[in-house]
């Protein structure tokens, strides 16, 4: 796994619980060290490792964590460049759902070693899209709803979110947009002025 990703886990248990926590659980997930690197790349069965130490340490089911660690990675003021990274996707939320097939493209221009999980949408009528993540683990798609929980919010649209399960092998989310002009949303520009 790209030491990106395990960092990203670490930052979140850090600012979320604190260092303590951190501490717990790298020691639980017998790391061997206090720090992932940012441009290294780890064998998988450690990050799985971190995350079973995070859920047991933090009395969380796994979902619930990777849920709760998409919706960090938007919302942080420390993850900033993410949530950017993100809104160029379009204007609206819906153009934002639209733009999600090529987020491994996007997410390459930043960091070129970097790979996600092949997503891909379907549109089930007004409002209404389904999002299929097909990855080597399982786990993503609960990671997008807190993403996507997160981005709805950025925009000021109310969405239900839901992970339907894992069908043929893609873990399965449906998407419901409610109401588009639900609240004004943060302040977004392409030019880098944030609110």
Same mark, same amino acid.
């Given at each position: 796994?790209?030491?990106?990703? &395990?960092?990203?886990?670490?930052?979140?248990?850090?600012?979320?619980?604190?260092?303590?926590?951190?501490?717990?659980?790298?020691?639980?997930?017998?790391?061997?060290?206090?720090? $992932?690197?940012?441009?290294?790349?780890?064998?998988?069965?450690?990050?799985?490792?971190?995350?079973?130490?995070?859920?047991?340490?933090?009395?969380?089911?796994?979902?619930?964590?990777?849920?709760?660690?998409?919706?960090?990675?938007?919302?942080?003021?420390?993850?900033?460049?993410?949530?950017?990274?993100?809104?160029?996707?379009?204007?609206?939320?819906?153009?934002?759902?639209?733009?999600?097939?090529?987020?491994?493209?996007?997410?390459?221009?930043?960091?070129?070693?970097?790979?996600?999980? &092949?997503?891909?949408?379907?549109?089930?009528?007004?409002?209404?899209?389904?999002?299929?993540?097909?990855?080597?683990?399982?786990? $993503?798609?609960?990671?997008?709803?807190?993403?996507?929980?997160?981005?709805?919010?950025?925009?000021?649209?109310?969405?239900?979110?839901?992970?339907?399960?894992?069908?043929?092998?893609?873990?399965?989310?449906?998407?419901?947009?409610?109401?588009?002009?639900?609240?004004?949303?943060?302040?977004?520009?392409?030019?880098?002025?944030?609110?």
């Amino acid at each position: 796994m790209h030491g990106l990703i &395990n960092r990203s886990i670490q930052c979140f248990i850090r600012d979320t619980y604190g260092p303590a926590a951190w501490g717990d659980v790298a020691l639980a997930a017998k790391l061997g060290f206090s720090n $992932f690197e940012s441009l290294m790349t780890y064998d998988d069965e450690l990050t799985f490792a971190v995350i079973d130490a995070a859920c047991l340490r933090l009395d969380k089911p796994r979902d619930t964590l990777l849920e709760d660690l998409g919706t960090y990675l938007c919302s942080h003021p420390n993850l900033e460049p993410v949530r950017r990274l993100l809104r160029f996707g379009g204007g609206t939320f819906s153009e934002f759902l639209c733009s999600l097939d090529d987020l491994d493209e996007r997410a390459r221009l930043a960091v070129s070693d970097l790979e996600l999980p &092949n997503i891909e949408l379907y549109r089930e009528g007004p409002g209404i899209v389904s999002m299929y993540c097909e990855a080597s683990y399982t786990g $993503f798609g609960h990671l997008m709803v807190g993403v996507l929980r997160a981005m709805a919010d950025d925009y000021g649209t109310l969405a239900l979110l839901e992970h339907m399960g894992i069908e043929e092998g893609r873990e399965v989310l449906s998407i419901r947009m409610l109401d588009a002009g639900f609240s004004s949303g943060r302040e977004f520009s392409l030019a880098g002025g944030v609110a």
